[in-house]
């Protein structure tokens, strides 16, 4: 499996790549964009005048701007990087600057949502085609990006019905491109799958972390200090970014209610098996869910290190 990034395009995939939203994901992305010359210009555009500020001093863009109607002009890929509670309004912001033939992506953990969100706003000619990295770690910011963060991670593709074939050719071209495995599906699987590989995890760990925090029975200094017990490891999960989790939960409301009602179930019979003693329940459990973290690492999507650590090569 490749550890770094290959080497750059002898052709540009595209000509004028914007991102909206320059933080983990947007900087990631025009880190290894420009690493590898798939875009021949990158025009980062950003709300927040601080990130516009970094954005020209980590020289990660060829212009900057605050304005995305400006921003997107002439683009012939667009992606949108932001939470997805902003998509709606975003979209009816830039659509009337989208050129036909544009094509239009984002990187929105949720799709269903965006899908609804999007599609309502887009001119005719514009092809959107929707897509998930499942990549990232728990920092924020234009900062936080690093160019292999898409390297050997999935990319899943959600085109809605009737999307212009050559559009999704391209986009999971540019996937491939930056190291990613491309799979497509619809939206609504999607957001399933993701509601119980990524969604409820991520709720778990606001919840465990939540809950050591307003216990009356264990002081503060203890919790921080045993916290290698196993609690450290969902710290590191309830460190994400709120803004962008609050949004994932209210748009894929339906999804992870549904597996929320699973776990319960699946919760009160480990207190069951607990309660009655039967060892040989828990047992089983713990076997089959030990394979399952060796079937990720073996299938490289996390490395053994106790620690959970994550790699930051550069390329
Ligand atoms: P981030 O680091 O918080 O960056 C988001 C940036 O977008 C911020 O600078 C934010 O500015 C800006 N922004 C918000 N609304 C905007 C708007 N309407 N116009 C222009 N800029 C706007 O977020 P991220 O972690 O990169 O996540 C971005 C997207 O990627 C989300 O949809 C998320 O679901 C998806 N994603 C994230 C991960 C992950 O692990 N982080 C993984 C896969 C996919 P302010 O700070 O001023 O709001």
């Known amino acids: 499996m490749p ?101 239009l992506s984002d990187v929105g953990s949720v799709k269903g949502s965006v899908i609804r969100q999007v599609e309502p706003h887009l001119p005719a000619g514009v092809h959107f085609v929707p897509a998930h990295p499942v990549a990232g770690t728990e920092y924020s910011g234009p900062d936080a990006g690093f160019a292999t963060l898409f390297l050997n991670r999935w990319c899943i593709l959600t085109p809605p019905d009737g999307a212009d074939a050559q559009a999704i050719e391209k986009v999971r071209q540019f996937w491939s491109a ?70 994932v939960f209210l748009h894929n409301k339906d999804a992870v209610l549904e597996m929320l009602g699973r776990l319960n179930e699946d919760i009160a019979l480990l207190a069951r098996a607990i309660r009655w003693g039967e060892g040989d329940k828990l047992f089983d459990l713990f076997t089959r869910t030990r394979a399952i973290r060796r079937g990720i690492i073996s299938l490289g999507q996390e490395t053994a290190e106790p620690d959970f650590g994550r790699r930051r090569e550069t390329p």
């Open 3 to 103: 550890e770094r990034l290959g080497p750059p395009a002898e052709t540009p995939l595209f000509q004028r790549l914007a991102i909206i939203g320059f933080g983990l994901i947007g900087s990631s992305l025009a880190r290894a964009v420009r690493h590898l010359r798939i875009a021949r210009e990158i025009v980062a555009i950003d709300q927040s005048p601080a990130v516009l500020e970094r954005i020209e001093a980590l020289g990660l863009a060829d212009r900057a701007t605050g304005d995305a109607r400006e921003g997107v002009t002439g683009a012939d890929f667009v992606i949108l990087c932001v939470p997805v509670g902003a998509y709606s309004a975003l979209a009816e912001c830039i659509a009337s600057n989208l050129e036909p033939g544009t094509i």
């Open 178 to 247: 930056l190291g990613s495995n491309v799979e497509i599906m619809t939206a609504q699987h999607h957001d399933l799958v993701l509601a119980i590989t990524s969604h409820v995890p991520h709720l778990i760990a606001y919840n465990i972390v939540g809950t050591a925090a307003d216990l009356e029975t264990v002081t503060q200094s203890e919790v921080i200090k045993f916290s290698a017990g196993g609690f450290r490891d969902f710290t590191r999960i309830a460190a994400s970014d709120p803004t962008m989790w609050r949004d």
